[in-house]
């Protein structure tokens, strides 16, 4: 098959969606496909023949650096386009996207989960792994996200909507301390923060509309965090992630030792069962397709809640889904190609 990997973009999300993309066009690469890795916002800049683009003798990943502990400027990332546009595909992303057999939407954030790019690709014709643009962009609300679980009965910590220049005291009275504090569309973390009195819940939102003007606050829930993982409709083991310091972050979810994971994750079989089953209901409620991860919270009382969706899962040396397909003894280089495969099913 003709392969592309889309990684990269412009969101905060970028150091991340590279390494997923370096990752998953090294695997694709051994499987014997003809693969190429582009940056969906730089392209490919002076590339005068596309022809022999899938079967070129060229190391696309020999650029790529890592993930480092803080999210990536982009602004120096959009000084780097020659053309100085805004427009989210780079040069010939869309001409070799079009020739390929299937893309593989290795992109995180903004930039790949909120819809717009798969709706791109549906009004192209191109086929594309992952969920649709319906499904990606509500899922990347987290408060649009809320509302469609709140209805289907799903239990979710208390949290309430906030626009910037809206904040007040009558909400943060519903709520309580400690709370958490969310940019509404981010992803990876990057902009959360826990505020244990209104001082630090003031830092929290500032830094929060430092990425966008609305946020979500919701209830900081004492206990343990899991993530479940739906490749075709079924759920994958459970995983538990155990930051040794402070909560799941930005820093803790990609620097390799700052998170311990266990999986299957040790708990009761009809707590994991339970969990797999509200993993497999969000899927359907936010109309997913071929693959997603679900990430979830239980109290001390190990009661459940559901954290959010993620419609394009990370696939780097410490990413959840690769380790839940790990568990049920599917390697990495099968991963992929089921993740094709499910993705492929979209189009039958």
């Not at 370096?22 to 022809?51: A, C, N, P, Q, W």
């Not at 190990?302 to 969706?309: Q, V, W």
Request: some cysteine.
């Amino acid at each position: 098959m003709k392969i592309v990997v889309l990684a990269g973009g412009i969101s905060t999300e970028r150091d991340v969606s590279l390494v997923t993309g370096t990752m998953v066009y090294r695997s694709l690469k051994k499987s014997g496909h003809d693969v190429i890795l582009m940056d969906v916002f730089l392209g490919l800049e002076g590339e005068e023949h596309l022809e022999d683009i899938f079967t070129r003798p060229v190391e696309w990943d020999a650029n790529i650096g890592g993930i480092a502990e803080t999210d990536p400027d982009i602004e120096a990332i959009r000084n780097l386009r020659a053309d100085k546009s805004d427009n989210m595909f780079g040069e010939h992303v869309l001409d070799v996207c079009a020739m390929a057999d299937i893309v593989f939407l290795a992109l995180h954030g903004s930039n790949g989960e909120d819809g717009r790019i798969q709706a791109a690709f549906d009004l192209m014709g191109i086929r594309y792994t992952g969920c649709g643009y319906l499904s990606s962009a509500i899922s990347m609300d987290k408060y649009m996200t809320r509302k469609f679980l709140e209805v289907e009965g799903i239990p979710m910590a208390q949290g309430i909507y906030v626009k910037k220049g809206q904040e007040g005291p009558m909400w943060t009275e519903e709520i309580g301390y400690p709370c958490i504090v969310k940019p509404c569309c981010g992803g990876s973390s990057v902009g959360v923060s826990k505020a244990e009195n209104s001082r630090e819940l003031e830092q929290a939102l500032e830094l929060a509309f430092s990425f966008e003007n609305e946020a979500i606050v919701e209830s900081f829930i004492t206990g343990r965090e899991f993530s479940v993982g739906v490749i075709g409709g079924e759920a994958l083991p459970v995983i538990e992630i155990a930051p040794i310091s402070g909560f799941y972050d930005y820093k803790n979810k990609y620097q390799a030792g700052s998170t311990v994971e266990t999986c299957p994750a040790k708990i009761p079989q009809e707590q994991a069962r339970k969990m797999q089953e509200y993993a497999v209901q969000v899927y359907q409620t936010l109309g997913m397709a071929a693959y997603a991860r679900i990430d979830f919270l239980t109290d001390e009382q190990g009661e459940i809640y559901c954290l959010e969706a993620n419609t394009l899962p990370g696939m780097t040396p410490t990413s959840l889904l690769p380790q839940e397909a790990a568990a049920m003894g599917m390697d990495f280089d099968t991963l992929c190609l089921r993740l094709i495969e499910v993705s492929m099913g979209k189009y039958a």
